[in-house]
């Protein structure tokens, strides 16, 4: 069965989590944002979720998570929580 780690910044809207990726893309560290911004519990271990297989996240978490190139950041991704930037550290097929 496929699994994946990855971590993840949530914010409640759409530009903070576009203005997020930015940074990210001129090279602010990931986990640094996710510990000041992320208003997840796993943002105090840099957005860090473990290792989770399909169908344990939200289904718009999983479909990036699965499809996405290992290290890419992705989003802003919708939830009912909020807006996410996704950043899958490994996965196995």
Known sequence: MAKATARHILVP??????????????????????KEHSQCPSGRSG???GEF???????EFD???F?????SV???VKT?????LLEVTSRTD
């Open 13 to 34: 809207t759409e530009p903070e989590c576009s203005a997020l990726k930015s940074k990210i893309e001129a090279g602010a560290d990931f986990a640094d944002l996710a």
């Open 47 to 49: 957005g860090e979720l």
């Open 53 to 59: 297989g399909p169908g344990m996240m939200v289904k």
């Open 63 to 65: 479909e990036v998570v």
């Open 67 to 71: 499809s996405a190139e290992v290290g």
């Open 74 to 76: 992705e989003g802003p």
């Open 80 to 84: 009912q929580f909020g807006y996410h």
